[in-house]
């Protein structure tokens, strides 16, 4: 079965720290990873996509997240965070699953970056 | 404005009561995925429709159904609401005839008193 974990729930970091957020998945095929953000009070929203090619993929908002085939990992990364930042990210995965397409979730980690 | 609209943003309801959810794909989204986000469960998927049929289920319960009709909109059908059915639902759309990325609306504020 598909699965997705993050591994942490809440972060707190002071601005300008530097950010890493762990996702790892389990699924043995082709698989599409996502991150989505939802600031508070808002809708989810496309932080970064990877589909193939270059496995550092940038986003908006000076994210960028590394897919590590071997490790079955995309963390995503930012090397100054804003106050602005605070909100849930949450890493997805989409797979080819008996003919339609599957989305797993992770639980979201809560970041809280403190001015 | 991610192009999928939800309908009513807030319902406020009793225990054992009925509601319907609406939600209306981006235009040229054929498939719709409902997802209940709730601060115990996280954001848990529920089911999705692909061009009017339903194509995948998650952690749906029995009391719970959906539709997907002709002109794509999708509704969501809670019934025999419990106080734990309170949460944010929300709806998203894609492609889906290849895997994509997909785009949220702005979700219903479900509370069931």
């Known amino acids: 079965a598909q699965s997705v974990s993050q591994h942490n729930h809440h972060v707190i970091l002071s601005e300008a720290a530097s950010l890493e957020l762990g996702c790892n998945y389990s699924?043995?095929?082709?698989?599409?990873l996502f991150w989505y953000v939802q600031y508070p009070g808002q809708h989810l929203q496309l932080l970064l996509k990877?589909?193939?090619?270059?496995?550092l993929v940038k986003g908006i908002k000076g994210f960028e997240a590394e897919f590590i085939k071997s490790k079955f990992s995309f963390n995503l990364r930012k090397p100054s965070v804003q106050w602005s930042d605070t909100a849930e990210y949450f890493c997805?995965?989409?797979?080819?699953?008996?003919?339609?397409?599957?989305?797993?979730f992770g639980t979201g980690t809560k970041l809280q970056v403190i001015p | 404005d991610s192009g999928v609209t939800q309908t009513p943003k807030h319902l406020i309801t009793a225990t054992g009561q009925r509601v319907t959810l609406r939600c209306s794909p981006r235009s040229g989204d054929l498939s719709v995925y409902w997802y209940q986000q709730s601060l115990d469960q996280g954001l848990q998927f529920l089911i999705q429709y692909y061009n009017g049929e339903e194509r995948a289920k998650g952690n749906i319960l029995e009391r719970f159904s959906a539709q997907q009709f002709p002109d794509l909109h999708s509704e969501l059908n809670l019934s025999s609401l419990e106080l734990g059915d309170s949460a944010l639902y929300f709806c998203a759309s894609s492609v889906a005839k290849r895997l994509g990325e997909q785009f949220f609306g702005p979700g219903t504020r479900l509370t069931v008193l």
């Open positions: 997805a995965v989409n797979a080819q699953s008996g003919g339609y397409q599957k989305v797993t």
């Open positions: 699924y043995g095929g082709t698989v599409n």
């Open positions: 990877y589909f193939s090619g270059d496995p």
